[in-house]
């Protein structure tokens, strides 16, 4: 069973930094592309970042560009995403997800871990 | 950046009832459609990609149809445990982008 588990969120103040991690087993993890995706309290959706399966290509949200950073450890079936310069506008709840590319829909999601991004 | 409008935001239903949600497009993308399903407190659920195909193991009152610019999520007969937020993304190209979600409450 793929099974994908979020952690390292929680309460920061604005221009802080946070570092999520997304522990990932019952598949071949450095088989799959990875994202994060986004969810404002109350609100829907949003695409935040991907990388391949080898790490050879990144690709960001424009509201996220420059601030954050997608990395994987394959030999440790992790995924993570460095925010720095955080934002009130960044408080979510990020989910990771697995993808079979890099153009893809997410063939499964964790359960999230909630950054909250306040003074 | 591709803009996808779901229409309705919202619906009450019965259980048995058929629903249907729409998905359009602001341009076209072929047939790179997924629709999800999404509970509080939990992660979303892949039920169709690539349109109409329904993914492995889903009951198959969930159906997915369209092409270019104009999509549908059909769910044929209301079950209790269908009463959800659904969203429709695409993957022709990035951003990757997300419908604004469709709520089917209890009637």
Known sequence: EVQLVESGGGLVQPGGSLRLSCAASGFTFDDYSMHWVRQVPGKGL???????????????????KGRFTISRDNRKKSLFL???????????????AKASGYDSFFENWGQGTLVTVSS | AIQLTQSP????ASVGDRVTITCRASQGISSALAWYQHKPGKGP??????????????PSRFSGSGYGTDFTLTI????????????????????????????????
């Not at chain 1, 949003?46 to 996220?64: C, E, P, Q």
């Not at chain 2, 659920?45 to 889903?58: F, T």
Request: with cysteine.
């Open chain 2, 45 to 58: 659920k892949l039920l169709i990609y690539e349109a109409s195909s329904l993914k492995s193991g889903l």
């Open chain 1, 82 to 96: 460095e925010m720095n310069s955080l934002r009130s506008e960044d408080t979510a709840l990020y989910y990771c």
């Open chain 2, 9 to 12: 935001s919202s619906l009450s």
């Open chain 2, 76 to 107: 044929s007969s209301l079950q209790p445990e269908d009463f959800a937020t659904y969203y429709c993304q695409q993957f022709d190209s990035h951003p990757l982008t997300f419908g604004g979600g469709t709520k089917v409450e209890i009637k």
């Open chain 1, 46 to 64: 949003d695409w935040v970042s991907l990388i391949t399966w080898d790490s050879s290509k990144t690709s960001y949200a424009d509201s996220v």
